[in-house]
């Protein structure tokens, strides 16, 4: 299940209102959370299945994309932060040589967070710190380390620095739906045509083709890029039929003899 990167957003935030306190292994549903759980608990209430473990550490291992070095000028909507240390006798024996879930990498992702606004900055933590415990809101970058994006966000707009203009995908007017086709399992979608991957869409999945040709642009839940026309197979659907009210430039009222099919809504 692929989720939009607003929508995931949009989320957090709504749990994040709900001043919850800070518990181990909370996912907000009981109005507590930790640093992950409230990651999880976003995830969940979208629909995510259950995630193998919960723990940072699992998710910068395996449930995170592109991770790097975090920096304050290249933060986007949606990226997670972590916090990192060397020592290694904090870190979970399944994370060591020969453990389950080693990897190579000995760090110790010991706390994370999720940027829900870029300008203004907007950073939220579930965090027990002092005479905190719970929800903490940010607009200042401090001491985060790494940042990557979830595996299941359908992350876009990243090229323009993660400010997210909801309205555009949704004022856009769609020209038909298609099917993803592709042979393999998902199709890659681009924020440019042939450019940079910005995501990806599931086989079988149904797209709205914004504007045609060899790369088509396309929206995807709540997320815009560009696809190769070539993976996808255009849905034929029957022509919408009904009556409909014409009002004239003068405020004469029609109504038409015969269907019409109304092609940008309803027409009165």
């Known amino acids: 299940m692929t989720i939009g990167v607003s929508s995931f957003v949009a989320r957090i935030e709504r749990i994040a209102q709900r001043k919850l306190t800070y518990r181990i292994g909370g996912v907000g549903a009981d109005s507590t959370c930790d640093c992950i759980g409230l990651i999880m608990g976003a995830m969940y209430e979208l629909g995510r299945k259950p995630y193998d473990l919960h723990s940072t550490n699992y998710f910068a291992r395996f449930q995170t994309m592109e991770l790097k070095k975090a920096g304050e000028k290249e933060l986007f909507l949606g990226q997670l932060l972590f916090r990192a240390r060397t020592n290694q006798d904090r870190l979970s024996a399944r994370y060591l040589p020969g453990g389950s879930h080693y990897t190579g990498d000995l760090l110790d992702y010991y706390?994370?967070?999720?940027?829900?606004?870029?300008?203004?900055?907007?950073?939220?933590?579930?965090?027990?710190?002092?005479?905190?415990?719970?929800?903490?809101?940010?607009?200042?970058?401090?001491?985060?380390?790494?940042?990557?994006?979830?595996?299941?966000?359908?992350?876009?707009?990243?090229?323009?620095?993660?400010?997210?203009?909801?309205q555009e995908a949704e004022n856009i007017m769609a020209l038909y739906e298609a099917k993803v086709i592709t042979q393999k399992d998902p199709l890659t979608l681009r924020a440019t045509p042939a450019g940079r991957k910005i995501g990806e869409i599931p086989k079988g999945a149904t797209v709205e083709v914004l504007a045609d040709g060899t790369w088509p642009r396309v929206r995807y839940g709540e997320a815009l890029g560009y696809v190769s026309g070539e993976y996808l197979e255009r849905i034929e659907e029957e022509p919408d039929r009904q009556k409909v009210t014409i009002i004239d430039s003068e405020g004469n009222r029609f109504e038409p003899v015969g269907d019409f099919r109304v092609l940008f809504g309803s027409v009165d």
Do not use: M
Request: hydrophobic share 30%.
């Open 111 to 166: 706390h994370v967070g999720v940027v829900t606004g870029v300008n203004p900055l907007r950073i939220i933590e579930c965090t027990e710190n002092g005479d905190v415990t719970g929800i903490v809101i940010n607009d200042k970058f401090r001491n985060w380390q790494y940042g990557g994006k979830l595996r299941g966000v359908l992350y876009e707009n990243t090229d323009t620095g993660g400010v997210y203009v909801p």
